[in-house]
């Protein structure tokens, strides 16, 4: 299944068809709306790194201005979806193409019908090259207008981020308009040129902050009228001079066709390494390929100081920021299909360590903080007070930034697993052992001896289960930290055969004595952490006290447990936001037998809030369960994560993609069915585990610069070429 379609028109998905339908080339994005508008859209484009200050938030991914804006007007009538009669309506995204298509017959108020098709992408050939195509065949004679745009007045839901430069024609006649943040002080230049028939009269019309193309055509009944927009697209963090790049690429874009042929190109070879079959299951099929689709697109592939946020480049929800979902749910695409994107992606890591550092310094503590919400800079961008969920007239306190502390090993636990699988030693020599020192550094300076428990641990954090805050000794953070201080020690050793020159240097830098590196010793073997003898882990301290409960009693139900029990109330049951201990134990999975692994499972499962807590966890959940060998029940928890922005299972997608659940559908795919395992000496196998009604299932991965194909099938068997 490779199209994403919409049979029929219905204002009230709006928002969340606008999320879906985002096309984009991995330098920015653009929501699925209309190109003529429609009441209360929330029509937007990204740029990777176009961020200006906001109120609350701290900084935002700038809206910029609009490249879709078309009107049609026939004979003297807007064309408009929220005004006469939609006869007949269908919409689809290629996602093998990135080309999206939306092809309406309209019946005006004064009955003139016509048939109007727009087709667009952002080319993936061209990352500052932006295509639009619009064909109408009216059945009436008469006239037909076009109005071909560049809105400059684009607002993030009511925020103003620009503000206009200059605008015009230049000699050849393409239109521009230059625009720059305004606390940011970031330049944006777009470029257009409109073409068609040559009988079109066309005029400029120099609109303050929407530079427009006029075209009149005198229109005969079944005569199709076609007019490509074509527009570049540059910012001042690509050139100095940005209208000059833009126009360059534009005048590159000889027309139509020769842009799509080569969108068509490039694409093709992108899913080349990268694509999932699924025989037997179309939803399965078409989901996993839609997942892969939305990080392709978001996905920066020549800017190393960016990264992807939680919701890509496709709305406005978390304002573009960037947290742990890219290192533990995103990467791995990446770095199994396309690891020099994923390199580049951990650079924004390495260029962001500064930040890191200032953070943990602030707090009183040596070595690298991550934030756990990240922008531009790398600096801490959680923002500290949100609207309370049962009274916006309050605020509540968000504490992920000042107690998340497992971020910084996501980080270089994310390292470690692209240095296994590409083997790319250079880059870890150069850039990721450093992040893993000085990450294991803040893991040594922020544990605590607890003299009552005769152990090392961390108190007042947030795990990833955010239902509970401010809690001791969270089974992820202290486990992570351990394996980070561990890996940093291992790092050194292979560092002083390997790159004597560079461990001399990072030595010195980061200031690791050998009394250090046995302080670091010593705290990961006197790590805590709650286990019972059958391997029941407690997720923290006085986790097993707390209230139990049955979330089973509290179905059906739109909302998380976190509404309903409050913000402070959560923290008094047993009720979790995702599957802290097993992520653990997926990540570490080395570590731990299956026994382990089943008694944790077996306990935290039925205490998680699966349909309305995070969407990190049902794949994650889904893997486990495949791991166990529960299948069917792997299934369900799957199909949560693949349906989470298609169905809009949670009533959320308007806000822009779940990114993380979007690269934890494709793991629970690979890893989890697929049951693709890569071990630390770069080996691997395959332990198919298929839902009943899967015929097969073939997936593609890169190992050490090698790309295996790989077929399953559901009696177990396997091919591997």
């Given at each position: 299944?490779?199209?994403?379609?919409?049979?029929?028109?219905?204002?009230?998905?709006?928002?969340?068809?606008?999320?879906?339908?985002?096309?984009?080339?991995?330098?920015?994005?653009?929501?699925?709306?209309?190109?003529?508008?429609?009441?209360?859209?929330?029509?937007?484009?990204?740029?990777?790194?176009?961020?200006?200050?906001?109120?609350?938030?701290?900084?935002?991914?700038?809206?910029?201005?609009?490249?879709?804006?078309?009107?049609?007007?026939?004979?003297?009538?807007?064309?408009?979806?929220?005004?006469?009669?939609?006869?007949?309506?269908?919409?689809?995204?290629?996602?093998?193409?990135?080309?999206?298509?939306?092809?309406?017959?309209?019946?005006?108020?004064?009955?003139?019908?016509?048939?109007?098709?727009?087709?667009?992408?952002?080319?993936?050939?061209?990352?500052?090259?932006?295509?639009?195509?619009?064909?109408?065949?009216?059945?009436?004679?008469?006239?037909?207008?076009?109005?071909?745009?560049?809105?400059?007045?684009?607002?993030?839901?009511?925020?103003?981020?620009?503000?206009?430069?200059?605008?015009?024609?230049?000699?050849?006649?393409?239109?521009?308009?230059?625009?720059?943040?305004?606390?940011?002080?970031?330049?944006?230049?777009?470029?257009?040129?409109?073409?068609?028939?040559?009988?079109?009269?066309?005029?400029?019309?120099?609109?303050?902050?929407?530079?427009?193309?006029?075209?009149?055509?005198?229109?005969?009944?079944?005569?199709?009228?076609?007019?490509?927009?074509?527009?570049?697209?540059?910012?001042?963090?690509?050139?100095?001079?940005?209208?000059?790049?833009?126009?360059?690429?534009?005048?590159?874009?000889?027309?139509?066709?020769?842009?799509?042929?080569?969108?068509?190109?490039?694409?093709?070879?992108?899913?080349?390494?990268?694509?999932?079959?699924?025989?037997?299951?179309?939803?399965?099929?078409?989901?996993?390929?839609?997942?892969?689709?939305?990080?392709?697109?978001?996905?920066?592939?020549?800017?190393?100081?960016?990264?992807?946020?939680?919701?890509?480049?496709?709305?406005?929800?978390?304002?573009?920021?960037?947290?742990?979902?890219?290192?533990?749910?995103?990467?791995?695409?990446?770095?199994?299909?396309?690891?020099?994107?994923?390199?580049?992606?951990?650079?924004?890591?390495?260029?962001?360590?500064?930040?890191?550092?200032?953070?943990?310094?602030?707090?009183?503590?040596?070595?690298?903080?991550?934030?756990?919400?990240?922008?531009?800079?790398?600096?801490e961008v959680t923002p500290t007070w949100v609207?309370?969920?049962?009274?916006?007239?309050?605020?509540?306190?968000?504490?992920?930034g000042d107690l998340a502390i497992h971020i910084?090993?996501?980080?270089?636990?994310?390292?470690?697993?692209?240095?296994?699988?590409?083997?790319?030693?250079?880059?870890?020599?150069?850039?990721?052992?450093?992040?893993?020192?000085?990450?294991?550094?803040?893991?040594?300076?922020?544990?605590?001896?607890?003299?009552?428990?005769?152990?090392?641990?961390?108190?007042?954090?947030?795990?990833?289960?955010?239902?509970?805050?401010?809690?001791?000794?969270?089974?992820?953070?202290?486990?992570?930290?351990?394996?980070?201080?561990?890996?940093?020690?291992?790092?050194?050793?292979?560092?002083?055969?390997?790159?004597?020159?560079?461990?001399?240097?990072?030595?010195?830098?980061?200031?690791?004595?050998?009394?250090?590196?046995?302080?670091?010793?010593?705290?990961?073997?006197?790590?805590?952490?709650?286990?019972?003898?059958?391997?029941?882990?407690?997720?923290?301290?006085?986790?097993?006290?707390?209230?139990?409960?049955?979330?089973?009693?509290?179905?059906?139900?739109?909302?998380?447990?976190?509404?309903?029990?409050?913000?402070?109330?959560?923290?008094?049951?047993?009720?979790?936001?995702?599957?802290?201990?097993?992520?653990?134990?997926?990540?570490?999975?080395?570590?731990?037998?299956?026994?382990?692994?089943?008694?944790n499972y077996d306990y935290y499962t039925p205490?998680?809030?699966?349909?309305?807590?995070?969407?990190?966890?049902?794949?994650?959940?889904?893997?486990?369960?495949?791991?166990?060998?529960?299948?069917?029940?792997?299934?369900?928890?799957?199909?949560?994560?693949?349906?989470?922005?298609?169905?809009?299972?949670?009533?959320?997608?308007?806000?822009?993609?779940?990114?993380?659940?979007?690269?934890?559908?494709?793991?629970?795919?690979?890893?989890?069915?697929?049951?693709?395992?890569?071990?630390?000496?770069?080996?691997?196998?395959?332990?198919?585990?298929?839902?009943?009604?899967?015929?097969?299932?073939?997936?593609?991965?890169?190992?050490?610069?090698?790309?295996?194909?790989?077929?399953?099938?559901?009696?177990?068997?396997?091919?591997?070429?």
């Amino acid at each position: 299944m490779w199209i994403l379609a919409e049979p029929s028109f219905e204002p009230t998905k709006q928002h969340h068809k606008e999320t879906i339908f985002t096309i984009g080339n991995g330098y920015l994005s653009t929501r699925g709306a209309f190109e003529e508008g429609y009441p209360n859209d929330r029509r937007a484009t990204f740029i990777h790194g176009v961020f200006d200050d906001a109120p609350i938030v701290v900084t935002e991914l700038a809206n910029a201005p609009d490249w879709l804006a078309t009107q049609i007007v026939l004979d003297g009538e807007k064309f408009s979806l929220a005004s006469g009669t939609v006869l007949a309506y269908r919409r689809e995204l290629d996602l093998r193409t990135g080309v999206l298509r939306r092809e309406v017959r309209w019946q005006s108020p004064q009955g003139r019908v016509a048939t109007i098709i727009f087709t667009r992408f952002a080319s993936l050939a061209d990352q500052h090259l932006l295509a639009l195509r619009c064909e109408i065949i009216p059945e009436f004679d008469g006239q037909v207008e076009l109005r071909s745009a560049i809105n400059g007045q684009t607002d993030n839901e009511g925020l103003l981020h620009w503000r206009p430069i200059a605008q015009g024609q230049l000699t050849d006649g393409t239109v521009f308009l230059r625009t720059r943040t305004r606390k940011s002080g970031i330049e944006l230049a777009l470029t257009m040129r409109v073409s068609g028939s040559d009988t079109a009269t066309t005029t400029f019309w120099d609109v303050e902050n929407v530079p427009t193309l006029q075209q009149v055509y005198q229109a005969q009944a079944g005569v199709p009228i076609v007019v490509t927009k074509l527009v570049g697209v540059a910012t001042s963090r690509d050139d100095a001079n940005p209208l000059e790049l833009a126009h360059r690429h534009l005048q590159a874009a000889t027309g139509w066709d020769e842009a799509l042929a080569a969108q068509q190109q490039v694409w093709a070879e992108e899913w080349e390494r990268c694509n999932v079959e699924i025989e037997g299951d179309e939803e399965a099929d078409l989901a996993v390929r839609f997942s892969i689709f939305q990080l392709l697109i978001a996905a920066p592939r020549h800017d190393p100081r960016v990264n992807i946020g939680a919701k890509t480049l496709s709305g406005f929800g978390y304002r573009g920021h960037a947290f742990w979902d890219t290192e533990i749910f995103m990467l791995p695409l990446f770095i199994y299909t396309a690891p020099d994107i994923a390199r580049n992606l951990l650079d924004y890591r390495y260029l962001t360590l500064p930040a890191a550092r200032a953070k943990a310094r602030a707090a009183g503590y040596e070595g690298a903080w991550y934030a756990w919400e990240s922008a531009d800079s790398g600096e801490e961008v959680t923002p500290t007070w949100v609207p309370d969920f049962h009274d916006k007239k309050k605020l509540a306190r968000v504490w992920t930034g000042d107690l998340a502390i497992h971020i910084s090993s996501d980080v270089a636990y994310a390292i470690q697993q692209y240095w296994q699988a590409t083997g790319d030693d250079a880059w870890y020599i150069e850039r990721g052992a450093e992040i893993v020192l000085d990450t294991a550094k803040f893991c040594a300076a922020r544990a605590e001896w607890l003299n009552d428990r005769g152990c090392y641990g961390y108190t007042d954090v947030i795990g990833p289960d955010e239902y509970h805050d401010h809690v001791n000794n969270n089974a992820y953070t202290n486990l992570l930290a351990q394996w980070n201080l561990r890996t940093a020690l291992e790092t050194l050793a292979w560092l002083d055969q390997h790159a004597p020159q560079k461990v001399a240097d990072l030595r010195q830098r980061l200031d690791l004595t050998p009394e250090r590196l046995q302080h670091w010793q010593t705290v990961a073997e006197k790590m805590c952490v709650n286990v019972s003898p059958d391997g029941l882990i407690e997720q923290f301290d006085g986790f097993f006290k707390l209230k139990d409960v049955n979330l089973a009693d509290y179905e059906p139900r739109t909302k998380s447990m976190h509404e309903i029990f409050g913000i402070e109330g959560a923290n008094e049951y047993q009720a979790i936001k995702q599957p802290d201990v097993l992520m653990l134990q997926y990540l570490l999975r080395e570590h731990y037998s299956d026994s382990q692994i089943r008694v944790n499972y077996d306990y935290y499962t039925p205490r998680t809030d699966h349909t309305y807590g995070s969407s990190l966890g049902p794949p994650i959940q889904a893997i486990v369960a495949c791991q166990m060998g529960d299948v069917a029940e792997a299934y369900e928890h799957f199909i949560r994560a693949a349906r989470a922005d298609l169905r809009d299972v949670r009533g959320n997608a308007g806000d822009g993609i779940h990114a993380a659940s979007a690269g934890g559908t494709w793991q629970a795919v690979v890893f989890g069915f697929g049951g693709l395992r890569v071990h630390p000496d770069g080996s691997w196998n395959v332990r198919p585990r298929l839902p009943q009604h899967w015929q097969r299932l073939t997936f593609r991965f890169t190992l050490r610069g090698k790309t295996y194909t790989v077929t399953c099938y559901p009696d177990g068997r396997y091919t591997a070429a």
